[in-house]
């Protein structure tokens, strides 16, 4: 795989699951199991679907720093390494003076770049450092006003063939609805704004009981302009309160911000 290529350089969507769908599609193992923010929003007809959703971890982003410094402290000029557009923006937004750099490899390799200087900090998914059993290398955990997570950030998505019904029931027992409802309203947001690896788009639902309130936000190249959207009601309207999120960000200009990231990263 090309490791030199920033990853929001790539002009194709869902580049880490495919190997790993393609061996459940030839019956070589029965599910896969994926962050739920990699799986692509507009694939059809793949003879694949998410069977389960379970109970979703953190959805905030954390900080790993050299040194243990945090954001509002590290020097002008420090480099931070990410993989996401959406980051960026968010970075420049919060600090300007900063350098936010792409950055390849798991979430390891990340931190072993920090650890050998090649960047002074990274900005990465908590959930992630949480399921390897590193979080004791958090410098910080950034605020979700300030660092709003990508699309499904900190939940799994469990893959099986869809019409493999038997083991799609099984799955099913450890669904997490709430998340679940969550994604969906998530997701429907990224396929209304046609969103992309290109696009940062930033989006978090949160289900409570039968109540769901949904948040979503786009920032131009530079962070300072921010189109932030949120809607509130019942936990079956979420698609329906998604869509019209969606409308209201591209009526308000999103169409505009969104081509203007398409052109950056070719």
Known sequence: MDQRTPLFSLDQKGIFEKEIDQA??????????????????????????????????????VLVSKGGMV??????GSKI???????????????PE???????????TRIQKVDKGEF??????????????????ISERLSIEDFMPAPG??????????????????????????TR???????????????????????LAR????????????FSIDGKEKLLAERAGRIQEGLVLAREMGEELIQRGAKKIEASWRTVYV
């Open 71 to 76: 954001l509002k402290d590290l020097k002008k």
């Open 181 to 203: 409802a969550e994604i969906e309203a998530e997701r429907e947001l990224v396929r209304v704004l046609e969103g992309g690896c290109k696009v940062p788009v930033g989006a």
């Open 153 to 178: 950030q900190g939940a799994l998505a469990v893959v099986s063939k869809n019409d493999n019904l038997e083991v799609i029931d099984i799955l099913r027992s450890i669904e997490h609805p709430q």
């Open 98 to 108: 900063l350098n936010p750099e792409p950055i390849r490899g798991n979430v390891e």
């Open 207 to 218: 289900a409570h009981g039968d109540r769901i309130v949904i948040s979503a936000c786009i």
């Open 24 to 61: 459940v599609l030839d019956d070589r193992v029965d599910f896969a199991v994926h962050s739920m923010k990699d799986i692509p929003v507009f694939d059809r007809d793949s003879g694949l679907l998410i069977a389960s959703v379970p109970e979703r971890d953190s959805v905030a982003d």
């Open 120 to 137: 002074d900090a990274v900005v990465l998914a908590e959930a992630g450092l949480a399921r390897l059993g590193i979080t004791g290398r």
């Open 81 to 95: 390494g990410t993989s996401s557009l959406l980051r960026v923006s968010q970075i420049r937004r919060a600090r």
